[in-house]
Every structure is written in C-alpha cells, then in structure tokens.
Antibody
C-alpha cells in the first residue's frame, strides 16, 4: 500500500522559505504525478503545483513566483520550497499522488501544519 | 483562477439523499470529464470518492454517485449515514491542465 508522509519545520518566520519533504513508501516515485496542496485553518483546499517524476513542474499561477517543486528518485522523495512566506501561507500542507495526466489524487499524506510567525 | 462554486452547507436526515453541486465554467467543469470529489473528516486528509465525473474508486460505497450537466457537476449521497458527516470538495482540471478545487461543502447529518 502506497503511503505518503510529509515532514519539515512546523514554524517558519515571515519572509523566510518554507521547505517540506514528502517521503513515499510502498511504491516507487517513478511514474505518476506528485502534487502539493494546502489548506489554511478552517478553509478550503488550494492546489500548489505538481511534477511528473521526470518532467517539468506545473504551478498554481498565484504562487508561481515563489514555488519550487522537485523530485529525488534516489530517495523516493518529493520536495516543496515556498519563498518569502507571510501569515497567509499558514496552512496544513499535503502531498498527494495523481495516477495520470489530469488524473484524480488517489493517495494523500496525512498533512503537516506549517505556521508562519512574525 | 477562482475556485469552483459549492454551497457552503447542506443537511439531510439519516436514510435520505442529498446532492451537492459544483459550478464552474466551460474552461473547467464544462470542458472536461475530469471532475473529482473528495471527502474530508475533521483533522483528516481528503479522500477520493468520485473521479472522472461518475467513477468510484475501489472500496467506495455505491451510495456515492456523481454526474455532470453543462458547467455543473453534482455529488449525490443516498441512504445518508452518520459517518457521511464531513466536508466535501469538488475538483476539476482546467484548460491549463491544472486542478481547481471548489470551496467545500459541509454536510450535516441531522
């Protein structure tokens, strides 16, 4: 059974860079589309971006200037960097797997809460 | 791009049926059969319950069904059970091949 686990600092200072890792177990990161989604406390889901394991990433246009998503196939890990964070970036961050182009997100991590402090 | 439009809340009694709508545009919901629905219980990650408008993943109850007409997709839950109380989110791919979520609907089982 495929499992995804997000990890990283739970507290990031305003203007700094948020960095998270998603470790994939029970399956290979090769093939599939790997996504990051976030959810501010009490609010809805926002897609951040995705990357095919050997392709170029595709980002939400509203975050594109600050986001970098990458894959490390040797470690079976997905990474997210979000620069110049503000309080508006406080959210639970999820990684999720899509099985094909324009496919549904059928595996999700448990999510990790990142709080941006001033 | 604006989120897809969902009602903020719906409610229903046990055993009854409810329908949640998800309205977009011809550039997303209306243009492609790539609508998915996710169920999210408090403190948990979203769970896929419908994909490609009307398909259920393995293990999802047939009480959940999906459909689409023009720019509006719908999720119907029949035979409501207490465990169905959760938030529900629709999602559609757009003309940019990027996913767009709805604002979410809170389902209360009375």
């Amino acid at each position: 059974q495929v499992q995804l686990q997000e990890s990283g600092p739970g507290l990031v200072k305003s203007s700094e860079t948020l960095s998270l890792t998603c470790t994939v177990s029970g399956g290979s990161i090769s093939s599939y589309y790997w996504n990051w989604i976030r959810q501010p406390p009490g609010k809805g889901l926002e897609w951040i971006g995705y990357i095919f394991y050997n392709g170029s990433p595709n980002y939400n246009s509203s975050l594109k200037s600050r986001v970098t998503i990458s894959v490390d196939t040797s470690k079976n890990q997905l990474s997210l960097n979000l620069s110049s964070v503000t309080a508006a970036d406080t959210a639970v961050y999820y990684c999720a797997r899509g099985s094909r182009t324009r496919g549904p997100l059928n595996y999700w991590g448990h999510g990790t809460l990142v709080t941006v402090s001033s | 791009q604006s989120a897809l439009t969902q009602p903020a809340s719906v409610s229903g009694s046990p055993g009854r049926s409810i329908t949640i709508s998800c309205t977009g545009t011809s550039s997303d919901v209306g243009g492609y059969n790539y609508v998915s629905w996710y169920q999210q219980h408090p403190g948990k990650a979203p769970k896929l319950i419908i994909y490609d408008v009307s398909n259920r993943p393995s293990g999802i109850s047939n009480r959940f069904s999906g459909s689409k007409s023009a720019n509006t997709a719908s999720l119907t839950i029949s035979g409501l059970q207490a465990e169905d109380e959760a938030h529900y989110y629709c999602s559609s791919y757009t003309s940019s091949s990027t996913p767009l979520f709805g604002g979410g609907t809170k389902l209360t089982v009375l």
